[in-house]
């Protein structure tokens, strides 16, 4: 069937939707829209047989919906209504929600309901605090997906009736749009828990609108801190780019800031919080608190970190949790010397990875946009993702394995493949291209890839940049092994896989095996020759002020509109198999 996505964004539920129907043989064109009359245009362009809306925030002209099945995904459960779903759930300490597909109609989320996946929200207490964004790309990706792919066999059968809001026993209920004005902090009054709870509900859009330091901010993400005290609302000390900040019982560690946009100015950038405010001129002088060690600290374990490291007999586990999936010069240095740490332990299995959010997604995009000299700090970030990539594929003295439970793209994806096993999670999506930032790309990709999948399947993941299911990732060789299970639930199963993989006889020779492969790679053409070939193509793209790389990235980070209109340029006729 000929189906055209039509959506706000091309983001990750988007993606998915569109990987996992192209997966099921259908012909997918995916186009971003910004009002309905691009709806109109995008409708008359493809002519589908079928219209899906997995992230929509504009309505569907009449014109197009009274001539042709429009189906659009709804994150909230049947009788649910209003736009801001997801925010009222985790306000409300929802533990039960849903996903609904409706046929679009006169009034917003008001059709007649074609399908409904049930949502467990994961508790408020879980350790960490799973935020909308997670919730988000976990669960509700999960029920959105099986309620899209159920409403689409549905039509295709042409036998079944969609159910009328009218005839359901559940009340409708419309909840009006959650306003910053719902989502005001108290510092004075408010609980950690309190405060969290509202962090939680915007962390990544659209944050919580505050007073810091005298200015104007939206905050980004929460986590609990138990041990700093202080004068509520101050702020205590630094820890990884993030500030910790004084509560009414105890305090909260906010790693990301956004200055409030002012009147003709761009879009604010989203950035680490200390950076932001020395950027403003606005950072007080405030102790760091170190992150963990890797051994002999005994504080809580759920105190925060970005990064983690722990140990399970022979298994060594190093988690990481960046904002966003991004890795910016920082972040990248602090995992490759967590890493180096983690390669002096005794362990035969190392273990990246392994949390439910984002894998990476490869260079900080929003930190060299901040920057005075982006084309230097693109430089020195790549760098610093390709000593990172460079460390995991010479480890020669125990197995790697990279542990994706949430999505992967560009730099990313290739310091999955640097790993011995690449394990991910069902619900995991994979952009292993850099096309649409206009980027040759690096990270070793023109060796990792290749020997993954082969030369010409390579070339085609590049050259069509499409995202790629897990499932279409572990038949084409690109992960070696795809874990059925909730978000929740990955990290567990990842800790199993690494414990069977370090108990097994020949876990010993293969790493034998893995050294002798590795100084026959150097013999036959050294890493370093991969990376300054990848190196000098990415160097003329950030020297050149137009290059399309810069045209890209300005308007990805200020959320402007791009050169292209178009979501997925590839993907008119979607190939369900193309690779």
Not at 70 to 86: E, Q
Not at 161 to 172: D, G, M
Not at 379 to 387: E, H
Request: net charge positive.
């Amino acid at each position: 069937m000929h189906i055209l996505l039509v959506a706000s964004a091309y983001n990750s539920l988007t993606q998915r939707v569109h990987a996992e129907l192209r997966d099921r043989g259908h012909r997918v064109a995916a186009e971003t829209v910004v009002n309905g009359d691009a709806v109109r245009d995008a409708v008359l362009g493809h002519d589908p047989e079928l219209v899906v809306a997995p992230m929509l925030k504009t309505a569907i002209p009449r014109d197009v919906w009274s001539v042709r099945t429009c189906l659009v995904m709804h994150p909230g459960p049947a009788g649910d209504r209003g736009p801001s779903s997801l925010d009222w759930a985790i306000h409300e300490r929802a533990t039960r929600w849903g996903v609904t597909v409706l046929q679009a109609g006169e009034e917003m989320d008001a059709g007649d309901i074609w399908a409904t996946v049930d949502v467990a929200v994961p508790s408020a207490s879980s350790v960490p605090p799973v935020a909308k964004s997670e919730l988000y790309r976990g669960e509700v990706s999960d029920a959105a997906v099986a309620a899209v792919l159920l409403a689409v066999d549905r039509f295709a059968s042409g036998r079944y009736q969609p159910i009328p809001q009218t005839a359901l026993r559940e009340a409708v209920r419309t909840r009006p749009y959650f306003r910053q004005e719902l989502r005001g902090i108290s510092w004075a009054d408010d609980t950690t828990e309190t405060v969290l709870r509202t962090l939680r509900a915007a962390d990544s859009q659209p944050g919580v609108r505050d007073e810091l330091l005298g200015s104007q901010w939206f905050l980004h993400g929460g986590h609990p801190e138990y041990g700093l005290r202080g004068r509520p609302g101050e702020l205590l000390a630094t820890r990884s780019g993030a500030i910790c900040r004084a509560t009414a019982d105890g305090a909260v560690w906010i790693p990301e800031l956004r200055r409030l946009r002012s009147p003709g100015k761009p879009t604010g950038l989203k950035l680490p919080a200390t950076r932001a405010l020395a950027l403003a001129g606005r950072l007080p002088p405030l102790p760091e608190i170190p992150a963990w060690p890797l051994a002999g600290d005994h504080r809580p374990r759920a105190a925060w970190s970005d990064i983690r490291y722990r140990e399970e007999g022979q298994v060594g586990l190093l988690s990481f949790s960046f904002p966003g999936g991004a890795m910016s010069t920082d972040h990248c240095r602090r995992l490759l010397d967590a890493y180096r740490a983690a390669c002096a332990r005794p362990t035969t299995v190392l273990v990246l990875g392994g949390t439910r959010g984002f894998f990476s997604n490869g260079i900080h995009l929003h930190v060299i946009e901040a920057s005075k000299d982006p084309a230097a700090e693109s430089w020195a970030n790549i760098n610093a993702m390709n000593d990172l990539v460079e460390a995991v594929l010479t480890t020669s003295d125990r197995l790697v394995a990279a542990a994706l439970g949430g999505n992967a793209a560009a730099g990313g994806v290739m310091l999955a493949l640097a790993a011995d096993e690449v394990w991910c999670r069902a619900g995991t999506v994979l952009n292993p291209h850099y096309r649409l930032m206009g980027l040759y790309g690096s990270e070793y990709w023109t060796y990792s890839l290749p020997r993954r999948v082969g030369a010409a399947t390579a070339e085609c993941l590049t050259r069509q940049a499409q995202p790629v299911t897990a499932d279409s990732a572990l038949r084409i060789g690109l992960v070696d092994r795809v874990v059925d299970c909730a978000p929740e639930e990955f990290g567990g199963e990842v800790g199993a896989l690494a414990a069977r993989l370090a108990g097994f006889p020949a876990t010993r020779s293969r790493i034998a095996a893995k050294k002798a492969e590795s100084e026959r790679r150097e013999a036959a053409r050294p890493l370093a020759a991969y990376r300054k070939q990848e190196l000098a193509r990415m160097l003329r793209s950030f020297r050149d002020p137009d290059a399309p790389y810069h045209a890209l990235r300005r308007a990805f980070t200020r959320k402007e509109q791009p050169p292209r209109t178009r979501a997925e340029p590839r993907a008119v006729a979607g190939e369900p198999t193309a690779c």
